[in-house]
């Protein structure tokens, strides 16, 4: 990780206090001055602030319920952050593993531990998100295959990956990705000639949603260990 988020994962330091102490020539690692805070350190690195020896913090893992009209930022903009409802320290070393618009209510996971986070952003890794979708018009029985199939989106050189679609009702729908492009869902059904009216997410990998809206909670072992 880079050495200003580690001395703000190990002391009371915000960021910029973090960077200011490193730049001053404060911050030692193994056994050399570093002036940097971009550069890379690992945890089993020795590493002192003025002497005193670091240790870093155990890393975080949250499961949010966002509600509607809150954005996916450390700050707040037009909506207002998320991190409103998360009421814990040092809250601007965590990030959102996987945002969702303003619009968009449903399960969001804040974490400061990046390797875990990239495991569920990372198409590659295939980790399968849940949302539930109300549409305009009613679903057409061509769609579940298209998606399947994968579809264009406007501006994009590559189908989409391919998508499962349960069809609850003739307006609501569940669908599953395994990746999210800019808008992803909506632009689906906008590419089928359709459109999203809400949207929700429900799950992310084996983690499903169990908590009321605005509320928080600490993830289990076995829900961290299940990404």
């Not at 973090?18 to 690992?42: D, K, L, R």
């Not at 409802?85 to 399960?107: F, K, Q, V």
């Not at 199939?149 to 729908?173: F, R, S």
């Amino acid at each position: 990780m880079r050495l200003d988020k580690f001395i703000c994962k190990s002391t009371t330091l915000t960021r910029v206090e973090a960077t200011h102490v490193i730049n001053a020539g404060n911050v030692i690692v193994n056994g050399n001055v570093i002036e940097s805070e971009s550069t890379q350190v690992h945890e089993n690195n020795t590493i002192t602030l003025n002497g005193e020896k670091l240790i870093s913090r155990s890393s975080r893992y949250i499961m949010m319920h966002k509600p509607l009209n809150t954005i996916c930022s450390n700050v707040d903009e037009v909506y207002p952050s998320l991190f409103n409802y998360i009421d814990i320290e040092n809250a601007s070393e965590m990030h959102i593993a996987g945002r969702l618009d303003a619009d968009t209510t449903g399960l969001v996971l804040v974490t400061d531990d990046g390797r875990w986070s990239f495991n569920i952003i990372t198409p590659n890794k295939k980790c399968e998100k849940v949302y539930r979708v109300g549409l305009r018009d009613s679903i057409t029985d061509d769609v579940a295959l298209k998606f399947k199939k994968g579809v264009q989106l406007q501006g994009e050189e590559k189908l989409t990956l391919p998508a499962k679609l349960e069809i609850v009702n003739p307006k609501e729908v569940l669908l599953t990705i395994t990746e999210g492009k800019y808008h992803q869902v909506k632009r689906m059904f906008s590419a089928v000639g359709n459109r999203v009216v809400s949207l929700h997410r429900e799950k992310i990998g084996d983690v499903s949603l169990d908590i009321e809206l605005g509320q928080w909670r600490y993830l289990t072992a076995g829900e961290v260990e299940s990404f």
